[in-house]
């Protein structure tokens, strides 16, 4: 069946340099997208979310890059710090009630 | 708001036996769901329930049942456990569908272990 998968398992990164984790998704009915962050030993926490009518939203020190072209999502971290360092889950919903289908994360560890 | 608290935090089973999940919402969402997660897994959707009263079969639903009595609550019930079903269980709730109503929140987890 479709699906949503990660590019990358692990990401290493440098604090202060910037992270970008990729997710590819095979749905092109799929209209909503989440990223999620999830640190060890707690659930999955929202961090942004786009809709299939935009190409880029931004929050507080990321941003998401949706490519429906390619059915391409990203998420780019600026900035990157200790406290970024977890599981990063992309999910997305397509119009089949309200069910997300998950990615299976990408770790990223940031080395101080 | 506590938001989504999920009781127990641990709990250690031994094969055949059961018991009850329970999730607790304060944000008066209508959804509610149970997911699985396994070690270098995503999350899988177990059952999930569009209001009170109401339940649908998720991804994975076999070996489980679910109860949403009252709006705030949502049960998943394990009635003979098996050493398959040992997992981390994630309950969320979100709004609805529409909008940035869609967003689903979490829980801690309940980390459950079958012998």
């Known amino acids: 069946g479709e699906s949503v998968g990660l590019h990358l398992p692990t990401l290493s990164v440098q604090e202060g340099d910037n992270s970008i984790i990729n997710c590819a998704y095979s749905n092109s009915a799929s209209d909503y997208f989440i990223w999620y962050k999830q640190e060890s030993g707690k659930g999955p926490q929202f961090i942004i979310d786009i809709r299939s009518n935009m190409d880029k939203r931004q929050g507080q020190r990321v941003t998401v890059l949706l490519n429906k072209t390619v059915k391409h999502l990203s998420l780019q971290i600026a900035a990157t710090q200790p406290g970024d360092s977890a599981v990063y889950f992309c999910a997305e919903n397509y119009n089949a009630g309200n069910m997300l289908t998950f990615g299976g994360g990408t770790r990223l560890m940031v080395k101080p | 708001n506590a938001g989504v608290t999920q009781t127990p935090k641990f709990r250690v089973l031994k094969t055949g036996q059961s018991m009850t999940l329970l999730c607790a919402q304060d944000m008066n969402h209508e959804y509610m769901y149970w997911y699985r997660q396994d070690p270098g897994m995503g999350l899988r959707l177990i059952h999930y329930?569009?209001?009170?009263?109401?339940?649908a079969k998720g991804e994975v639903p076999d070996g489980y049942n679910v109860s949403r009595l009252k709006k705030q609550n949502f049960l998943l019930g394990l009635e003979s456990a098996a050493p398959s079903q040992t997992s981390v269980y994630f309950c969320?709730?979100?709004?609805?569908?529409?909008?940035?109503?869609?967003?689903?929140?979490f829980g801690p987890g309940t980390r459950l272990l079958v012998l």
């Open positions: 969320a709730s979100s709004y609805s569908r529409g909008g940035d109503q869609e967003t689903q929140y």
């Open positions: 329930s569009v209001g009170e009263g109401t339940t």
